[in-house]
């Protein structure tokens, strides 16, 4: 539509420079030929040669005035008759004037007194006719892009916002339709297949919706027969420590598959655990719950997750911190449980004040996460280049990250010479 303005303002330029030039090439001083009068002094000079002077009672069309050689007038119907005609007069005013010729000699001159008056007018009608037609022209343009804007532009605009808000993921917006719309059957298409479009995707979100609800269900009841491995395994361990050397033979390898049952349980009970917070975060139904707590709650949940020995934890500002311990607890755990399976290095926790948060250091001397990776690591079911044949979902990090969000606090990770995560704890 903008091409078309200035394809119509183009056209008005071109029509002013026409206007212009009818006006320079009419006007009189540029010496426009006029034909007519020419043609009328030729004749009235020739009648007068003949004789044929006409008198006051004659009706004519044209003013004029016959003079003799002397100057006398023989003819004169001017309606204004107060300036007084002579040959002299008539190049001064420019008048078209002729001579009357008898056997070769001058005897008299015809001067046509109306020739400026009737071309001025001619000139003005034309002016006026151009005019006239130009804004005829300009007008019916004007008409036609209006006509053209609100009959093809607006409606395509309209269905190209509507096409923006349909790949945005908006289907509850209607393609708006005009009753003199021209594509009205090709808009009433479009706004159909918004409809289709709204429904389908009503049905895959409460499919995904259903999915998510199983996922949990089957997580949550998952968790119950690891629980009972897990105590049955720790049961049998001391069983069997009991009755060394006594009616049970218990051997080195037996002792070491008891061990990995029990590790075991405890990955498939992480990996669960991580699971089910994931699906409940997408269901929404995901709560934390936090309570003002001692910072020594942190060393208690570090004890319980270091089976290994590895960490070693410096001293805790003794404050009081906001917080849901149940969810820290699955923060701290994930983080050591990450860094035992891919480092697999001494730990260093270490804490101070900042600001209105409890800073928590956790890291290790491992090999890292490439630069291009530390925003991705958080990301769900995201696992690094690096992590080699570790098992793992890609959730341990994610869920430590959002359960922070939900605390009011906030997660970093950087890597320089093994990887360092940071944790920022609300104080109470």
Request: proline share 2%.
């Amino acid at each position: 539509m903008k091409r078309y303005y200035r394809l119509a303002v183009l056209l008005i330029l071109l029509l002013t420079a026409g206007l212009l030039a009818v006006i320079k090439l009419t006007d009189t001083e540029g010496g426009f030929a006029r034909n007519d009068d020419v043609i009328f002094l030729n004749e009235t000079a020739h009648k007068a040669a003949s004789g044929d002077i006409p008198n006051d009672d004659t009706a004519q069309r044209r003013e004029y005035v016959i003079l003799d050689i002397n100057g006398n007038t023989l003819f004169d119907n001017r309606s204004d008759r107060s300036e007084v005609m002579t040959v002299e007069t008539a190049i001064q005013k420019r008048y078209p004037y002729n001579y009357i010729i008898q056997n070769s000699r001058i005897t008299g001159s015809v001067i046509l007194t109306d020739g400026e008056k009737r071309f001025d007018l001619l000139r003005i009608n034309i002016i006026l006719v151009y005019v006239g037609c130009s804004l005829v022209l300009i007008t019916a343009v004007l008409v036609f892009g209006e006509y053209i804007k609100k009959t093809v532009i607006i409606p395509f605009d309209k269905m190209k916002d509507f096409a923006s808000y349909v790949a945005a993921g908006d289907l509850d917006k209607p393609l708006e339709m005009d009753k003199d719309n021209m594509f009205g059957a090709f808009s009433e298409s479009f706004d159909i297949m918004r409809e289709e479009l709204k429904e389908s995707k009503a049905r895959e979100l409460a499919l995904q919706k259903k999915e998510r609800e199983l996922v949990a269900s089957l997580s949550h009841d998952l968790k119950t027969p690891v629980t009972g491995i897990k105590l049955t395994s720790e049961l049998m361990a001391a069983v069997f420590s009991q009755n060394e050397g006594q009616m049970i033979s218990v051997t080195p390898d037996m002792t070491l598959k008891m061990n990995n049952i029990y590790k075991r349980a405890e990955e498939i009970n992480v990996l669960v655990s991580d699971l089910f917070s994931s699906t409940l975060e997408d269901l929404g139904e995901f709560k934390v719950s936090c309570t003002d707590e001692k910072s020594s709650v942190i060393a208690e949940i570090v004890s319980k997750y270091d089976d290994r020995g590895l960490v070693r934890l410096t001293e805790i500002p003794q404050v009081m911190i906001h917080l849901d311990k149940i969810r820290l607890s699955q923060v701290i755990g994930n983080i050591i449980t990450n860094s035992y399976k891919y480092a697999d290095t001494p730990i260093e926790i270490c804490s101070h004040i900042e600001d209105e948060f409890l800073e928590v250091s956790v890291s290790d001397s491992g090999q890292g996460v490439p630069e291009d990776e530390l925003e991705l690591i958080t990301n769900k079911f995201y696992r690094g280049k690096n992590h080699g044949d570790k098992e793992g979902s890609g959730l341990g990090l994610y869920i430590a990250k959002m359960l922070m969000d939900k605390m009011g606090g906030e997660l970093t990770i950087k890597s320089n010479n093994g990887l360092c995560v940071t944790l920022l704890i609300p104080l109470s």
